[in-house]
C-alpha cells in the first residue's frame, strides 16, 4: 500500500505553507481576495500548512499543530439543502479513508474523530451565508500524522506503527490526499442525507458510561435527520442540535 501513488481528487486549488498562525485565517484572506469575492465559490480552495501556531478547534479551543500532521482549511460549493450533512459527510468521508488503513475510527458528536477512545482529528466546518442563502461551505481539519500529539490524543503513526510513531502512510503528504477525498466523498452525498446520517450512526462513538448532559448521564440512542443528538435517559427523550 505504501508504494501505491496517492494523487489529490478532483480540481483543487492548494496553497501550501511552511507555517502559518491559522490555516483558517489564511482561507479567509484567499477568499477575500478573489475577484468575485462577493459572490458564489465555484472552484474549491485549500490551504495546507506543515505548522500552526495558533489552530483553534471547536468553541475557540487550541488545537496543538506542530508539524507532522495535516492542518487544513478549506472552502468549496455548497447545496443549501444539505446543511445536515456538511459534518457528517466530512466525518463519515474521513472516517472511510482511516479503514482502509485498518483503522477502526468512531465519530465522536459534534466534530470529532477517536482511535480506541482517544482523539485522531478535529473537524471545524461551517457554512457562509448571505441571508438564508448558502454560498459555500468551509471546513478546518486538524488530523494526527506522525506528530508529537498530547495527552489523551493517537496519531496514525503511533497505531500503524506501535513504540515507532512513523509509518509510510501516516505522513502528512500521504494523509492530506485522505482529508482531500473526505471532502470529495461528502461533496458526492450533500443530497442524501438519510445515506450520510446511516454511516454517521453506524461509526457513532457511544461509551458504555453514557455522556453528561445537564449534570446527569445519558445514554447515545442516535442521530437526527438535521445532525442532532440523540439522548435517552429512561422514559426521557432530550435532543442536541448541531449548530453550524
Known amino acids: 500500500m505504501a508504494g ?20 483558517e485565517w489564511e482561507l479567509e484572506r484567499w477568499l477575500g481576495g478573489r475577484p468575485s469575492a462577493t459572490g458564489p465559490l ?4 485549500a490551504v495546507i500548512a506543515a505548522r500552526q501556531r495558533y489552530g483553534h478547534g471547536q468553541r475557540g479551543r487550541l488545537w496543538s499543530a506542530p ?3 495535516v492542518w487544513l482549511s478549506a472552502a468549496f460549493p455548497w447545496s443549501g439543502e444539505a446543511r445536515a450533512s456538511l459534518a457528517l459527510g466530512l ?16 465519530i465522536k458528536w459534534p466534530n470529532d474523530l477517536l482511535l480506541h477512545g482517544r482523539k485522531l482529528a478535529g ?15 468551509q471546513a478546518g481539519i486538524g488530523l494526527n500524522g506522525i506528530n ?18 512513523w509509518h509510510p502512510e501516516a505522513c502528512p503528504r500521504r494523509l492530506e490526499v485522505r482529508v482531500l477525498s473526505a471532502i470529495d466523498w ?5 443530497d442524501e442525507p ?7 450512526e453506524r461509526r457513532l462513538w457511544s461509551p458504555r458510561e453514557g455522556v453528561e448532559h445537564l449534570g446527569l448521564r445519558w445514554q447515545i440512542a442516535g442521530l437526527e435527520s438535521d445532525g442532532g443528538l440523540r439522548l435517552e435517559r429512561g422514559p426521557w427523550r432530550t435532543t442536541l442540535a448541531r449548530v453550524f
Request: glycine share 12%.
Open 148 to 165: 508529537r500529539v498530547p495527552p489523551g490524543a493517537v496519531s496514525v503513526g503511533q497505531a500503524l506503527a506501535p513504540g515507532r510513531a
Open 194 to 200: 438519510d445515506l450520510v446520517r446511516r454511516e454517521a
Open 42 to 45: 465555484e472552484g474549491r480552495l
Open 123 to 137: 473537524l471545524l466546518p461551517r457554512l457562509r451565508l448571505r441571508g438564508a442563502q448558502v454560498r459555500w461551505a
Open 91 to 106: 466525518a463519515v468521508g474521513l472516517a472511510q479513508q482511516l479503514e482502509t488503513l485498518g483503522l477502526p475510527v468512531r
Open 67 to 69: 508539524r507532522g500532521g
Open 4 to 23: 501505491r501513488p496517492l494523487r489529490p481528487p478532483g480540481p483543487w486549488q492548494i496553497r501550501r505553507l511552511a507555517v502559518c498562525g491559522s490555516t
Open 186 to 190: 461528502a461533496l458526492r452525498h450533500a
